[in-house]
């Protein structure tokens, strides 16, 4: 998937994807808004299916690649890694960048239903293998959920939406084709800078003789999550909120459902010839429940408890919580995988 490079190359391809990151992500984002701005449309939506998608374009590909080359391990990990990595990580830094605020359907609807996404992959994968059939019902759920979602958001903002519009004046689509172009090209040079960093970073792993589960878990993961976390954390300096959240969740509901879906629709999650697992077992008793804890986080620190109905806040003390969970997580899995 990533061939040998030298690593003078290696740090070449990190040091100039590093610097190609922070551009682009800023252009990225202006675009993004503009456009929402223009249209008239959710700013969740924009970050949900835009940004959120748009970035996992790396898992995607990552966990394809991995499902025709039979690495089922590292296809697991790429896709649930980055779940994790996404929510822990992500919406921890750009929480202490500043802190979030988050509106009903998203406490009360978004979060909860990524953890019931996450219950529904365990399900899935309870027996130990995922058949084509079962793959095909992740990308058929995907479908179902996204539109669904989309319209929910759309209606419960309603007459804020029609109020952008008019003060549009009727315009937005005339002045919409330069923040489409930022948007297109900010996304393009954000996902090939993050593939060199990934290919840099992946190449020293193997030097280290780690495993293919770690190195999806962590390197993978968290390299192909870099679009992520790099505008996140542009949009969390412009105060962008809906922007952060759309995007962590949108790429949650991505990698969960269409990138595990496709890659095993390619491949099959089946025992070996020899009866060798399919996937490892810390799949179920580790990286998935921490999945479907982390998913109703966002609910629980999204709440605003004294009044329900009212958007709330997530704060820094919460952001503090994310980051020593993710710290434990790879410390924890570090010492399953060399001790196992």
């Known amino acids: 998937m990533y061939t040998d490079i030298p690593f003078w190359l290696s740090l070449v391809f990190m040091l100039g994807g590093l610097a190609a990151l922070a551009w682009s992500s800023d252009v990225f984002v202006d675009g993004a808004a503009a456009v929402a701005k223009a249209l008239g449309i959710s700013p969740f ?25 039979g690495h089922a391990n590292l296809s697991l990990g790429n896709a649930y890694g980055s779940c994790i990595f996404n929510i822990a990580m992500i919406l921890g830094v750009a ?12 406490s009360y609807v978004a979060g909860p239903g990524l953890a019931l996404i996450s219950l529904f992959s365990m399900w899935i994968l309870r027996d130990g293998i ?19 979602y989309c319209w929910y958001d759309q209606r419960t903002r309603g007459e804020e939406v029609e109020n952008e519009v008019e003060k549009e004046g009727g315009g937005g689509q005339r002045k919409v084709l330069v923040p489409v172009v930022k948007l297109v090209v900010g996304l393009g040079v954000l996902i090939g800078s993050s593939h060199f960093l990934v290919w840099g970073a992946v190449d020293f792993a193997k030097f280290c003789g780690v495993s293919d589960l770690v190195i999806g878990l962590t390197i993978v993961a968290a390299g192909t999550s870099l679009p992520e976390l790099a505008s996140a954390v542009a949009s969390a300096r412009r105060g962008e909120h809906e922007f952060v959240l759309g995007n962590i969740i949108g790429s949650n509901l991505f990698n969960t459902l269409a990138v595990v ?10 025992p070996g010839p020899n009866g060798e697992p399919a996937f490892s077992h810390y799949v179920l008793s580790r990286d998935l429940p921490l999945m479907t804890a982390l998913s109703l986080s966002i609910m629980l620190f999204g709440i605003n408890w004294k009044h329900p109905k009212w958007p709330g806040a997530i704060q820094r003390k919460e952001a503090i919580v994310w980051l020593v969970v993710f710290v434990g997580y790879t410390l924890l899995m570090f010492y399953q995988e060399t001790h196992g």
């Open 130 to 148: 995922c058949s084509r059939t079962e793959a095909i019902i992740l990308l058929a759920a995907f479908f179902i959920i996204l539109p669904l």
């Open 95 to 106: 929480t202490l960048i500043f802190p979030l605020v988050v509106k009903p359907s998203v």
């Open 45 to 69: 939506i924009i970050g949900m299916v835009i940004i959120g998608f748009g970035t996992s374009a790396p898992e995607l590909c990552v966990s394809t690649m991995s499902g025709l080359s």
């Open 261 to 270: 879906g496709l890659a095993t629709v390619i491949s099959p999650l089946v």
